[in-house]
């Protein structure tokens, strides 16, 4: 069965300097996906960026962007420049593209603080 | 711009009684999902519909279940309430059952059960 792990609970860091936020996975497949979403304090859910297993490129979207390890089945999301508003709670997914490709696997998320 | 739309946003209920929550999307997409994000913040996939259809239908108590009238909507009722739904209800769809596919949220639906 496919897993998400996101160990680290809480960051906190000074805008404009860069975060590394840690997710590691678990899965059968030889092929999967794997995302980033982020949960704002109103409770919204949005995309941020996805990873797709067989490619060897890291997925970059603004100022945010992948660090994918395969050998070691880590997706790290890397954030640039933060900003205030990049304060919120960051899930690490998964999908696999099995039969059960429809449920999408989410890690227990990682608070982030950004302060000025 | 929000267009997964739920409701209510809150509700707040006792033990034993029925609620439903209802979702709508208006982005032409074909499959639908309900999570449950608990106290803890985990989230958790309960039921998915392609197309009207059930699709994923995973491990919860049977006084849930959801309803798909058409392919833009998704309600899930509750019969019966436990203190242990108390949860927000979080619904998205995505444009079809590919696993690529992102999903996108509606704001979710919080319930308190006393």
């Known amino acids: 069965a496919q897993k998400v792990t996101q160990t680290q609970t809480s960051i906190s860091v000074v805008e404009k300097t860069t975060v590394t936020m840690d997710c590691v996975y678990e899965?059968?497949?030889?092929?999967?996906?794997l995302f980033w979403y982020k949960q704002t304090a109103s409770g919204e859910i949005v995309f941020l960026i996805r990873q797709d297993s067989y490619k060897k490129e890291n997925a970059t979207v603004g100022h945010y962007s992948l660090n994918f390890q395969k050998p070691k089945s880590s997706i790290g999301l890397i954030i640039t420049a933060t900003q205030i508003e990049d304060s919120a709670v960051y899930f690490c997914a998964m999908r696999e593209t099995s039969n059960m490709g429809y449920k999408l696997t989410f890690g227990t998320g990682t608070s982030l603080l950004v302060d000025p | 711009e929000t267009a997964v739309f739920q409701t209510p946003n809150y509700h707040v209920t006792q033990v034993g009684n029925e609620v439903s929550f209802n979702c709508k999307q208006t982005?032409?997409?074909?499959?639908m999902y309900w999570y449950k994000q608990d106290s803890k913040k985990l989230l958790k996939i309960m039921f998915s519909y392609n197309n009207k259809q059930l699709i994923v239908n995973e491990t919860v108590p049977r006084r849930f279940s959801p309803q798909s009238s058409d392919k833009a909507h998704l309600n899930l009722r509750i019969k019966s309430v436990e203190p242990e739904d108390s949860a927000v209800y979080l619904c998205a769809s995505s444009p079809g059952q590919y696993s690529g596919n992102t999903l996108y949220f509606g704001e979710g639906s919080r319930l308190i059960v006393v």
């Open positions: 899965t059968r497949d030889s092929s999967y996906f």
């Open positions: 982005l032409g997409h074909d499959t």
